[in-house]
């Protein structure tokens, strides 16, 4: 069964480094998504990208966060300067149409010391 | 603002008997799709039971059913026959725009 599948599974890293974080949506999926989900709390939506751009994005999503499709198969959430707050599990999903009938990949656990 | 309420922060049942976990949400979508997920403690998030709004039959995938009330605007999902491997957070999921708006979550653990 396809899945989306994400890597790494777990990151740590130094605030105020770079992080990026990545993402292989099923193949034939248009739309993507990323979601975050600090411990303990619901889970939030960052943005969603469709033909190569953002469609929509969050109060969250400033200007330390950013996202990519390089290759027509990875996508990607990068955080340029991380803080202490950015430490979550930030979820992949990906969707073939506008329904967001969401696929999502097992998680990336941040942990930014 | 798109809201989805789960009023039970935390559930326990015994092994083999039946659980209820409460959802209500607050759309102004006309056709749209109501999700519950279950995230163990690996925290993956996986789709347990999906609902089309247009559907009045209620949807059903094996031990898990749902009680959808349109106009209440109430999403409930149904256990049967707990297990073990049940216990984990269900979040209970509902679309706006193009995104999904996730309750807070209600902890379910069984108990042997």
């Known amino acids: 069964e396809p899945e989306v599948t994400q890597t790494p599974s777990h990151q740590v890293t130094q605030m105020g480094q770079e992080v990026i974080l990545r993402c292989v949506p099923i193949?034939?999926?248009?739309?993507f998504y990323w979601y975050r989900q600090i411990l303990g709390q619901k889970v939030e939506f960052l943005v969603s990208f469709y033909n190569n751009e953002i469609s929509e994005k969050s109060e969250i999503f400033d200007d330390q966060f950013s996202v990519e499709r390089p290759d027509g198969s990875n996508f990607t959430l990068k955080i340029r300067s991380t803080k202490l707050e950015d430490s979550a599990m930030y979820f992949c999903?990906?969707?073939?149409?506008?329904?967001?009938?969401?696929?999502f990949g097992q998680g990336t656990r941040l942990t930014v010391v | 603002a798109q809201t989805v309420t789960q009023s039970q922060p935390e559930m326990s049942v015994q092994e083999a008997e039946t659980v209820t976990l409460s959802c209500t949400y607050d759309t102004s979508e006309n056709n749209y799709y109501l999700f519950w997920y279950k995230q163990p403690p690996s925290r993956q998030m996986i789709l347990v039971i999906r609902q089309e709004a247009y559907k009045q039959q209620n949807a059903t995938e094996n031990r898990f059913s749902v009680n959808f009330q349109k106009a209440a605007k109430s999403f409930s999902l149904k256990i049967s026959d707990s297990q073990l491997g049940d216990t984990a957070m269900y979040f209970c999921a509902s679309p706006y725009g193009n995104k999904l708006v996730f309750g807070a979550g209600t902890i379910l653990r069984v108990k042997s």
């Open positions: 193949s034939n999926h248009l739309y």
């Open positions: 999903a990906s969707a073939s149409d506008p329904k967001p009938e969401a696929f």
